[in-house]
């Protein structure tokens, strides 16, 4: 009985009716759970290096405030920290990655680089993401910073606007600071998202 009062408590700290744990989920037709029972948008994309050997995947899930996405690499990485960010445009059809722009947030509402930048960050600023010693790498990363599709208010935040974006993939970690990329160096993979 404990265990379940608990349970409930803290359902009802989150914003869930406490006496929505006891009901059968089926049930239920309100718009908050009609909402969250049905499937979310999702893809999956090959990430590419320079000579277009893919080297794993990256997929994306909406969420009500953001993008999950998770980083599949299974070879290609320089042992260490990389950095990861989210560029204005789906392309990769250049050796070097610059077709992909700059990152989001290079319009009207710029802010400056950087996760610890008390201006920032951008739109496009995530975390570092790590190359064990066999090359590979992988991560789940939460981004409140973008929307998955584009629609009413979104703007420039959303990945899969008129042109796309790219994950990009640097070859240095990125320090969250210095403009305009952190210190992260050039772009050595790529992935579209369209």
């Known amino acids: 009985m404990k265990l379940l009062l608990n349970s409930v408590a803290v359902f009802s700290l989150i914003g869930v009716p406490a006496l929505a744990q006891v009901h059968d989920h089926a049930s239920m037709t309100t718009p908050a759970v009609a909402a969250a029972t049905a499937a979310p948008t999702a893809m999956t994309t090959p990430i590419k290096m320079a000579d277009g050997t893919s080297i794993g995947t990256l997929s994306l899930t909406a969420a ?3 993008v999950l996405l998770q ?3 299974t070879k290609g990485l320089t042992p260490g920290w990389h ?3 989210f560029h204005q445009t789906g392309d990769c059809s250049d050796p070097k990655f610059m077709t992909s722009g700059g990152h989001m947030n ?4 710029k802010k400056p680089h950087g996760l610890l930048n008390p201006a920032g960050p951008d739109y496009g600023d995530m975390v570092n993401l790590y190359a064990a010693a ?3 790498a992988h991560a789940q990363v939460f981004s409140n910073a973008v929307r998955f599709d584009a ?6 935040q959303a990945l899969r606007d008129a042109d796309g974006s790219a994950l990009v993939i640097h070859a240095s970690p990125d320090d969250h600071m ?7 160096g050039g ?3 790529c992935a579209v998202i369209r």
């Open 64 to 66: 009500p405030s953001g």
């Open 71 to 73: 980083v599949d690499i």
């Open 83 to 85: 950095g990861m960010h």
């Open 106 to 109: 290079h319009g009207e509402s």
């Open 134 to 136: 066999d090359g590979s």
């Open 151 to 156: 629609g009413p208010s979104i703007g420039e």
């Open 178 to 184: 210095s403009q305009p990329i952190g210190g992260a």
């Open 187 to 189: 772009r050595i993979a």
